[in-house]
């Protein structure tokens, strides 16, 4: 809760209660206590709100008033999610919303559902509750995060998957992601995005609320807008077989595990592929603008995590060498 000093000397509070903003007074600066105490003391005096809007109302309000900035990926999650809550909490008026309501919506889903999935629940809830009351700060007891499977495919994997590969339809697609293309990036391209030495992303595929594919246009601020420097050889052999896919979007995740599966590979998904392009770049030398322009990264950050992972793995199988090596001293 923000607290502004007004001239007078005096100190300010503007808590939201039922929708309305209201404002509240002290000749001191008030503790946290005080704050709570006088926001309740308001809450009994005011009014209640008229405004019988459900959460299930507002949350797709909350949708509409976002449409324009949200992917269409993304408001199929969020509408996924609406239809994933219960009906009590769903009609249920705005104004009689409590933190104990969100709370037992997300200690019913923790039980049926993964706790990353019950996080993006509880994400969902409070973004809606605090885009119509900005005073909502409720903290939720939220299950533990499970830890992922980190598997980074070694350059073996990689060697082995395009070996199979090589002389199928998959090659090529498999080749682009190693290169650092997402698979959303793949799936809409067209013989005129690719160049004697680079392929141009402009554009990406994805499944809508609808559960269509649609290509989303990139702005000119998109971080993924790039041009891609790609070896000759794959230019040429788009140029012979073509780019445009003439199948479900999904096969290509599908074959990669087909080829995993009867290689013997610890399964890791297409993503995968591009987190191998940006370790080896780091590995070769590249600065960390160059993979990002590359890459296509919205920041350091994500880029570094790939990293992260990378060097975790390489660190363990140091450390157990250097282990095996002072065990079988010993013996």
């Not at 996924?80 to 219960?86: A, D, E, M, T, V």
């Not at 990406?204 to 989303?216: F, L, P």
């Not at 290509?252 to 592929?273: M, P």
Request: aromatic share 12%; with cysteine.
């Amino acid at each position: 809760m923000k607290i502004e000093k007004l001239k007078s000397g005096n100190f300010r509070i503007q808590p939201s209660i039922d929708g309305k903003r209201y404002s509240i007074t002290f000749d001191h600066k008030p503790t946290q206590k005080e704050i709570n105490q006088a926001i309740y003391e308001r809450k009994k005096e005011a009014p209640k709100s008229t405004d019988k809007s459900t959460f299930k109302q507002l949350a797709y309000k909350y949708i509409e008033n976002k449409n324009n900035v949200l992917s269409p990926s993304t408001i199929r999650s969020y509408k996924h999610i609406i239809n994933g809550l219960p009906l009590d909490f769903l009609y249920l008026p705005f104004f009689k919303i409590e933190k104990s309501d969100v709370q037992a919506v997300i200690n019913a889903k923790s039980a049926e559902l993964s706790a990353k999935t019950v996080r993006n629940y509880n994400a969902f809830i409070m973004a809606v509750l605090k885009f119509y009351d900005d005073d909502i700060n409720w903290s939720i007891s939220l299950p533990s995060k499970t830890k992922p499977d980190d598997y980074m495919p070694t350059p073996d994997d990689i060697k082995q998957i395009l070996e199979a590969s090589k002389g199928t339809k998959w090659y090529k697609y498999f080749i682009l992601g190693c290169y650092g293309f997402r698979r959303s990036e793949i799936l809409p391209l067209t013989m005129d995005d690719i160049h004697d030495d680079y392929i141009e992303i402009n554009k990406t595929m994805v499944m809508d609320e609808n559960k269509q594919w649609v290509i989303k246009p990139l702005g000119k601020t998109e971080s993924s807008l790039r041009d891609v420097p790609v070896p000759e050889e794959i230019i040429t052999l788009i140029r012979k077989e073509g780019i445009e896919i003439d199948f479900y979007p999904d096969k290509i995740w599908e074959h990669l595990k087909i080829y995993q599966k009867k290689l013997g590979i610890h399964q890791f998904t297409f993503h995968k592929l591009r987190h191998y392009f940006c370790t080896e770049l780091s590995d070769a030398g590249f600065s960390e603008e160059d993979i990002i322009s590359i890459s296509g990264h919205s920041t350091p950050y994500v880029m570094k995590s790939v990293y992260r992972h990378q060097k975790i793995r390489d660190n363990k199988s140091r450390q157990k060498k250097a282990a095996n090596t002072i065990l079988s001293s010993i013996k």
